[in-house]
């Protein structure tokens, strides 16, 4: 399993504001996304979902760039 940081934005949104970033344990990008994506696959009402957020970026974690993350 690897470190993965997963940023989007929420489409037609301002920059800086609207961000999302997560950070997920998977065995590759691919599903890193996926587990990324599952939370807004069935939104509650009021909530974003799938369609209403764009990718930004998906970084895997090593020792190297870990504290650029925090």
Excluded: C, Q, W
């Amino acid at each position: 399993m690897k470190e993965y940081v997963v940023t989007a934005k929420v489409k037609g949104s301002s920059p800086g504001i609207g961000k999302i970033t997560k950070t997920l344990m998977a065995e590759g990008k691919e599903e890193a996304l996926n587990k990324f994506y599952e939370h807004y696959d069935n939104p509650k009402p009021g909530n974003y979902g799938r369609n209403d957020i764009e990718l930004v970026s998906i970084r895997e974690v090593t020792t190297e760039n870990r504290d650029s993350f925090h």
